[in-house]
T-cell receptor, first 113, second 114 residues
Framework: AQSVTQLGSHVSVSEGALVLLRCNYS??????LFWYVQYPNQGLQLLLKYTSAATLVKGINGFEAEFKKSETSFHLTKPSAHMSDAAEYFCAVRGNTGNQFYFGTGTSLTVIP | NAGVMQNPRHLVRRRGQEARLRCSPM?????VYWYRQLPEEGLKFMVY????????ESGMPKERFSAEFPKEGPSILRIQQVVRGDSAAYFCASSVAADGNTIYFGEGSWLTVV
């Protein structure tokens, strides 16, 4: 069975500071992992995905994530936070049957000016 | 706009009425997924469909909820006899069979039951 756990439902950072959003996964097979961002009253937008190629994945808006098998982690980072980064972020793992995707409970990012 | 299209964006229903939510997948996509997002919660998988087939409905409530994806037209999520607890955002996503490792989401349909 596959699942993801997002540590910290709310994260606050100052503008210009490092953003680190944590995600740990559980998977019995090599996982496909994803980060999505959701702005208020909108759908989810794909930030980046890991599909067993390079372990460091670069996405849109300056975000990147590193797949660490030994730690079963896929944390999302951005060197310098912008006000426009304030949103809800979801980590997801793709199941190995039925094409189902399993989402974490989300982390709300607040950027303080 | 070639993205996943959902309508209506907002729907208000009285208890006991029926709600129908529609989803047109991205062009070329033949796989559709429905997710429900309750306030302060993450996305919960409901159902996964291909054209004319329900592949996985393990997340669908046993009663009142149904989904279809006909050969022609959009996918429809139908909720009969709505209750207040059905108030949520319902998101549709789609993928291409050959690229099923990524799903793309629509803007969502917000259902409010009064």
């Amino acid at each position: 069975a596959q699942s993801v756990t997002q540590l910290g439902s709310h994260v606050s950072v100052s503008e210009g500071a490092l953003v680190l959003l944590r995600c740990n996964y559980s998977s019995s097979v090599p996982p496909y992992l994803f980060w999505y961002v959701q702005y208020p009253n909108q759908g989810l937008q794909l930030l980046l995905k890991y599909t067993s190629a390079a372990t460091l994945v670069k996405g849109i808006n300056g975000f990147e994530a590193e797949f660490k098998k030994s730690e079963t982690s896929f944390h999302l980072t951005k060197p310098s936070a912008h006000m426009s980064d304030a949103a809800e972020y979801f980590c997801a793992v793709r199941g190995n049957t039925g094409n189902q995707f399993y989402f974490g409970t989300g982390t709300s990012l607040t950027v303080i000016p | 706009n070639a993205g996943v299209m959902q309508n209506p964006r907002h729907l208000v229903r009285r208890r006991g009425q029926e709600a129908r939510l529609r989803c047109s997948p991205m062009k070329g996509h033949s796989h559709v997924y429905w997710y429900r997002q309750l306030p302060e919660e993450g996305l919960k998988f409901m159902v996964y469909l291909q054209k004319e087939n329900i592949i996985d409905e393990s997340g669908m409530p046993k009663e009142r909820f149904s989904a279809e994806f006909p050969k022609e037209g959009p996918s429809i999520l139908r909720i009969q006899q709505v209750v207040r607890g059905d108030s949520a955002a319902y998101f549709c996503a789609s993928s291409v069979a050959a690229d099923g490792n990524t799903i793309y989401f629509g803007e969502g349909s917000w259902l409010t039951v009064v």
